[in-house]
């Protein structure tokens, strides 16, 4: 008997310049996966034919890579996770621009967007063009206040040797007005609990505050609700993992994207730390404010 196809996993790691690219490719490298940093896009297909079986392959793509574009990448990553034995994510590097410019001046180095201007307008320009991969990166890490060994205990904490509960999770919250987000593996409708929106004194608040929390969960159907959810990823969650997924992705979707999903993604994102799990929580209807 064969045993079982291992899945490969590719991490597609981008971010603005500066954030700590190199770095994390480094980390990678350590951790035993095979590194390829600005390759050529149009050249992936050609790495991912042939033998598959438990590849492990972080990308460095960004500004600086042949034929990149934000829906290139977008693509790709689509294109991937369809391809038999494969999973794919989006690692986001993200960093504020008070420090990026920093890092420039430190290094006295030109922003590749603006190589005879300051770099501030290089890594306004480039956070601008980045925008849209930010919102759709499955897991996103900040680094201004991370040194590098900081950033590296991050990476491992999320893509480091597999254990029983090494499964990056991306809980996303958003607005059915705009859409469910692409590349979602399961989706929760949230818009049968009782809406915040209703009550004047909650409109201007989110699914953060403690306010709004108290309020979803005040609906008699919260519980059971909630009770089920938590039960189903306790089920599917160690199944994926048997699977050889590197990542799970959880859509809650409500009338604004602001309160219920929000809330929602919060309280499931608590529980499912607290019980071991590595979780990345996006809320996409807040951060486009």
Not at 14 to 37: H, K, L, Y
Not at 195 to 201: C, H, Y
């Amino acid at each position: 008997m064969t045993g079982k196809t291992q899945q490969s996993n590719i991490v597609l790691v981008t971010g603005p310049s500066g954030a700590g690219r190199s770095t994390a490719i480094n980390v990678f490298e350590d951790m035993g996966f095979e590194t390829i940093d600005n390759m050529p896009l149009s050249l992936l297909p050609d790495l991912l034919s042939g033998q598959t079986n438990g590849r492990q392959i972080a990308l460095g793509v960004d500004i600086r890579t042949r034929d990149f574009s934000v829906g290139s990448v977008l693509d790709i990553h689509e294109e991937i996770k369809h391809i038999e034995g494969f999973d794919s994510t989006i690692l986001f590097l993200d960093c504020d621009t008070d420090a990026l410019v920093r890092r420039y001046s430190e290094t006295r180095r030109r922003h590749p967007l603006t190589p005879d201007e300051t770099p501030k307008f290089g890594i306004e320009r480039e956070k601008k063009i980045l925008s849209t991969l930010r919102l759709r990166a499955d897991v996103l890490i900040e680094t201004t206040n991370l040194s590098p060994h900081d950033l590296k205990q991050e990476l491992k904490n999320w893509y480091g040797d597999a254990d029983a509960k090494h499964l990056a999770i991306t809980l996303h919250s958003f607005s059915y007005k705009r859409g469910t987000p692409r590349g979602i593996d399961m989706i929760y409708d949230c818009r049968f609990l009782n809406n915040p929106f209703w009550d004047k004194s909650l409109r201007i608040m989110d699914g953060t505050d403690k306010e709004v929390v108290d309020y979803v969960k005040s609906d008699i159907r919260f519980d059971e609700f909630f009770e089920r959810l938590l039960g189903m990823c306790e089920f599917l969650l160690p199944a994926y993992i048997d699977e050889g997924k590197a990542h799970f992705s959880l859509g809650f979707g409500c009338t604004g994207g602001q309160h219920r999903s929000v809330c929602i993604a919060e309280v499931l994102g608590k529980s499912l730390a607290d019980s071991g799990w590595h979780v990345s929580i996006r809320h996409r209807e807040l951060e486009r404010q």
